[in-house]
């Protein structure tokens, strides 16, 4: 039987519809990379915010009128779709064969008729062999009053160290030259089945299993459980970047305090301050909201304020959005929507600004590129360097490149600088 996996949604998604592909393949299934090819599709869904599920429903109904066609046999639903919505889903879309919540991929296997069985991490058609996500655990224990994850995904739930190193080490055997470390928030790793944070403890547990050469990125931690111990611990881990992704979503105190976060702006400003001191050309990315109920002109500004004096490197902005089961959507003073883009706008054109400065910082210096993809015709290639995260951050191009490898790490001077991306040259290393 042919099965095409559809992924939806964040990094962690993908890892699971990894894992999904991984117990088909082990299981006697043949997962194929076109969707054309197939008579089974299984989406992977995100429910996230309500664009991730209009998104999710969409491909849910492109599935159903492929299979009125006759051009599949089944189709199956599953991941954080189901989890937030169960049997109302289920009536909404009965022409559904197969469902199952995240991490069920044993009920996938049994629906489809087949027998669980012994599995490896399978690849997504996108799947770079060269860089590759490693999810350390599930669910979160911040409840922070805007988000649906708890609800979705349950309390915080750690993977063990050893299988995690189990992992990467595979996932370097087969060609992973970057692990970017994803979880709702990695600074609460281990404390459900270590007792404490132990977040440092993987890391060097990784970096003495695999090789120093091989990038080790952390995506997405809370800044109330980051101190400067933590980072002065992390700069003597080999081979972890000098980039982290701190999603701070506001500096006001009494917004984070709306929001059900802890920190205030002084620690704030802190935190980003001792990594600039330490290094200034750590590469910081955050995360905010505009337009949370509440929010007033002054606390906005507040948050641009934030950003001109920290020149952080990379910014994701979103809208506030109500979802429905969060404390934050029963907030009054919702703000009106015209409020809310006109702010983003605002942020969006100051960290335009902010990134320009500090792509300029690069100009004339030597970075290590992890090559990505490249353009024949144009003679150039494209790839990252420490301070880029894979699909979010900017690019580097290396001018007259067309020579080098996919997922080769090479060493790039920067000649130009844009407001997102870099370009230079390749010299020997």
């Known amino acids: 039987m042919n099965i095409y996996v559809i992924n939806l949604g964040c990094a962690k998604n993908s890892v699971d519809s990894e894992n999904l592909i991984g117990m088909l393949e082990g299981s006697g299934f043949h997962v194929v990379k076109k969707l054309e090819e197939a008579q089974v599709a299984l989406v992977n869904t995100c429910g996230f915010i309500q664009p991730a599920v209009e998104e999710s429903i969409d491909v849910i109904l492109d599935l159903e009128k492929m299979k009125q066609k006759g051009h599949l046999q089944k189709i199956g639903v599953v991941g954080c779709l189901v989890n937030r919505y169960g049997e109302d889903l289920k009536k909404e879309l009965p022409t559904v064969d197969i469902w199952a919540r995240s991490e069920e991929w044993e009920s996938v296997i049994l ?32 409840f922070c009053s805007y988000c649906t994850i708890p609800s979705i995904r349950g309390r915080a739930r750690s993977y063990p160290i050893e ?23 990695l600074t609460i790793y281990g404390r459900d089945i270590y007792g404490k944070s132990s977040l440092l403890s993987l890391l060097n547990a990784l970096s003495c299993a695999i090789p120093q050469s091989v990038w080790l990125r952390l995506l997405y931690l809370h800044p109330d459980r980051i101190d400067s111990n933590f980072i002065d611990c992390l700069g ?9 992704d701190i999603p701070i979503q506001h500096v006001d105190e009494h917004i984070l305090r709306a929001m059900n976060r802890k920190g205030t702006e002084s620690s704030l400003r802190h935190l980003f301050e001792y990594i600039r001191a330490k290094n200034p050309l750590f590469a910081l990315r955050t995360t905010l909201i505009v337009g949370f109920p509440g929010e007033t002109d002054v606390q906005f500004e507040k948050v641009l304020d ?124």
Request: with cysteine; aromatic share 6%.
């Open 111 to 142: 629906q489809l008729g087949g027998a669980p069985a012994p599995w490896h991490r399978g690849q997504l058609p996108e799947t770079r062999l060269w860089s590759r996500y490693l999810k350390v655990g599930e669910g979160c224990d911040s």
């Open 163 to 185: 299988r995690l190193v189990n992992q990467a080490t595979r996932l370097v055997e087969e060609g992973a030259k970057e692990i970017c470390l994803v979880g709702q928030d």
């Open 236 to 244: 003597d881990v080999p081979g972890v970047l000098p980039y982290l």
């Open 306 to 429: 934030f950003l001109e004096d920290m020149e952080i490197d990379r910014v994701g902005a979103f809208t506030y959005c109500q979802e429905d089961g969060t404390v934050a959507a029963t907030l009054s003073e919702q703000i009106p929507q015209d409020v809310k883009e006109e702010r983003y706008r605002r942020l969006m054109e100051l960290q335009s600004d902010i990134s320009w400065r500090r792509q300029q910082l690069f100009e004339g210096k030597e970075l290590m590129v992890l090559v990505e993809e490249k353009d024949i015709e144009e003679g150039i290639a494209w790839g990252r360097s420490y301070r880029d995260a894979p699909e979010v951050d900017g690019l580097v191009g290396i001018i007259n490149g067309a020579h080098l490898q996919e997922g080769a790490l090479v060493n790039v001077k920067i000649k130009e600088a844009s407001e997102y991306d870099l370009l230079g040259v390749e010299v020997p290393r």
